[in-house]
């Protein structure tokens, strides 16, 4: 059955308005051009505005269209809109017209891939707590495929936001920078019936991997900007690239971050686009 190599990027933020990041996609396009994985899979955010300005999404499905091997996305808050606050919709919560949007240009927010060995698992995170009927069929799509995937066979969840952390970053993060309760504690109990599962996301603009005994989580750099620390504390490395993922018959992971050729390494500041200020 052989491995599977996988480029994982997040948080391109492609927009008109953010010329650095389409040169910093480029930068990506040449890697995977020499480097030739089998796939790449986009956890979100890929683009600035796209949830306000259906146009960002119609041309970052174009610069998507120029990678040289197949490709798998799905959406970030940026893309779609994000999850309620607290329980409390506004102007930047997600809406069934917003994802429609997605889905109409990049494709399906949510899919499942087998591959290698694997079974690939992709969520729209940001309908968790939206009260869309979208949020209820995603629940009973995804306990379906638990349902109908083989006994034992290794999985690998991809989502925008984060799953978890250690209990006190947890404490103390602003609401929206993790999966939000009750979805979270749903789905680690999800994952608890799969064998050794993978989380893949991206949102914090930093790489990090963190390793429980029943769980791995592997945070996908920005290709685009990082946050300054006088707005996000370093929780992993602060830097532009991809993560190299490489998913190996026998159940196994590997996980690396790379910094492709040309990327420049961006930090935000008062003439970069704000991603946090529409």
Same mark, same amino acid.
């Given at each position: 059955?052989?491995?599977?190599?996988?480029?994982?990027?997040?948080?391109?933020?492609?927009?008109?308005?953010?010329?650095? +990041?389409?040169?910093?996609? !480029?930068?990506?396009?040449?890697?995977?051009?020499?480097?030739?994985?089998?796939?790449?899979?986009?956890?979100?955010?890929?683009?600035?505005?796209?949830?306000?300005?259906?146009?960002?999404? !119609?041309?970052?499905?174009?610069?998507?269209?120029?990678?040289?091997?197949?490709?798998?996305?799905?959406?970030?808050?940026?893309?779609?809109?994000?999850?309620?606050?607290?329980?409390?919709?506004?102007?930047?919560?997600?809406?069934?017209?917003?994802?429609?949007?997605?889905?109409?240009?990049?494709?399906?927010?949510?899919?499942?891939?087998?591959?290698?060995?694997?079974?690939?698992?992709?969520?729209?995170?940001?309908?968790?707590?939206?009260?869309?009927?979208?949020?209820? +069929?995603?629940?009973?799509?995804?306990?379906?495929?638990?349902?109908?995937?083989? +006994?034992?066979?290794?999985?690998?969840?991809?989502?925008?936001?984060?799953?978890?952390?250690?209990?006190?970053?947890?404490?103390?993060?602003?609401?929206?920078?993790?999966?939000?309760?009750?979805?979270?504690?749903?789905?680690?109990?999800?994952?608890?019936?799969?064998?050794?599962?993978?989380?893949?996301?991206?949102?914090?603009?930093?790489?990090?991997?963190?390793?429980? !005994?029943?769980?791995?989580?592997?945070?996908?750099?920005?290709?685009? +900007?990082?946050?300054?620390?006088?707005?996000?504390?370093?929780?992993?490395?602060?830097?532009?690239?991809?993560?190299?993922?490489?998913?190996?018959?026998?159940?196994?992971?590997?996980?690396?971050?790379?910094?492709?050729?040309?990327?420049?390494?961006?930090?935000?500041?008062? !003439?970069?686009?704000?991603?946090?200020?529409?």
């Amino acid at each position: 059955m052989g491995e599977l190599r996988a480029i994982v990027t997040s948080d391109t933020h492609l927009s008109p308005r953010a010329p650095e +990041a389409r040169a910093n996609w !480029d930068a990506v396009l040449g890697h995977v051009d020499r480097t030739r994985p089998d796939l790449v899979l986009h956890v979100g955010d890929l683009t600035l505005d796209g949830m306000s300005d259906a146009r960002e999404l !119609d041309r970052a499905r174009a610069l998507l269209d120029r990678l040289s091997v197949p490709w798998y996305a799905v959406p970030g808050n940026h893309d779609v809109g994000d999850n309620p606050v607290n329980g409390h919709a506004n102007d930047e919560t997600i809406t069934s017209e917003g994802r429609q949007s997605w889905l109409d240009t990049i494709g399906p927010d949510r899919w499942a891939i087998n591959r290698a060995g694997w079974t690939l698992l992709a969520l729209n995170t940001q309908l968790f707590g939206s009260g869309l009927a979208a949020e209820a +069929a995603q629940w009973d799509w995804l306990d379906d495929q638990l349902e109908s995937m083989p +006994a034992g066979q290794p999985t690998v969840m991809l989502m925008h936001k984060p799953l978890s952390a250690p209990h006190a970053e947890l404490a103390t993060a602003p609401p929206y920078r993790f999966v939000p309760q009750p979805a979270r504690q749903r789905l680690e109990r999800w994952l608890d019936r799969r064998a050794a599962p993978l989380v893949v996301s991206g949102h914090v603009h930093q790489f990090r991997i963190l390793e429980t !005994d029943a769980r791995r989580d592997v945070w996908a750099p920005t290709t685009w +900007a990082v946050l300054p620390d006088r707005f996000q504390a370093p929780f992993g490395v602060k830097r532009c690239g991809v993560v190299s993922l490489t998913l190996t018959a026998d159940g196994q992971t590997r996980a690396s971050m790379l910094e492709p050729a040309g990327i420049d390494q961006i930090t935000l500041t008062d !003439d970069i686009p704000d991603p946090y200020d529409r």
